[in-house]
Structure formats: C-alpha cells, structure tokens
C-alpha cells in the first residue's frame, strides 16, 4: 500500500503562484508513475500533470501547458506541482495520484490523496 498526503493549497489571486506537495509513504518502491489531478464543482476531473518516476518524463494537459511544472524528489518520495500564472478557471480540489504502471485522464490510479483545495480568485 502507498499513502500520499498532499499540502501547499489555498486561496491566491489571479496570476499569482502556488506550489502542491505531495508525499508518498509506504510501498514506493512500486509507484512508476505520479501526477495530479483536480476537480471542479460540476466538472469532470481533468488529469492536470503526470511524472514517471524513472526518467522523470513529463506530461500536461493543454488547460496548463506552460504554468504549471511538476516535478519530482525520488529521494524524499515527494512530487510537486509549481502553479504560475494562475486563472480562476484553475480553481478546483487537486488530488495527488500514484500509479503502478502509468497515470491516464479516464483511468483511476491505484493510489489517490486527500485533496487540496485551490482557490483562484479574480
């Protein structure tokens, strides 16, 4: 079993920056993938940002291509998620997910976190 227990949400302005942390406990040794994922009241869960953990190959979603960056610490187990230029668009609950193989928009990954609140405001 792996726990992620994400921090770092809140409530910033538009344009303004924040960066999610998300920290992996438990049986990383079989985590290949890691990501985040956020929701909207009234929305579908958009997958926002994925990392494998070997490589450290990247992908975004179109909505943040160019604000966000996720990265990662393999030795601290934690993933980030550096938030720039925010909208009020982004507003949404980031959930930290892991993934014994890979992280794909319509598919649950094994492992999910508590969620963390971001509030942009206008």
């Known amino acids: 079993q792996v726990q992620l227990v994400e921090s770092g949400g809140g409530l910033v302005q538009a344009g303004g920056s924040l960066r999610l942390s998300c920290a992996a406990s438990?049986?990383?040794?079989?985590?290949?993938?890691m990501g985040w994922f956020r929701q909207a009241p009234g929305k579908q869960r958009e997958l926002v940002a994925t990392?494998?953990?070997?490589?450290?190959?990247?992908n975004y979603a179109d909505s943040v291509k160019g604000r966000f960056t996720i990265s990662r610490d393999n030795a601290k187990n934690t993933v980030y998620l550096q938030m720039n230029s925010l909208k009020p668009e982004d507003t949404a609950v980031y959930y930290c997910?892991?993934?014994?193989?890979?992280?794909?928009?319509?598919?649950?990954?094994?492992?999910w976190g508590q969620g963390t609140q971001v509030t942009v405001s206008a």
């Open positions: 990392i494998s953990t070997f490589g450290g190959r990247t």
């Open positions: 438990g049986s990383t040794f079989s985590i290949n993938a």
């Open positions: 997910a892991a993934d014994r193989t890979v992280l794909a928009p319509n598919l649950g990954p094994d492992y």
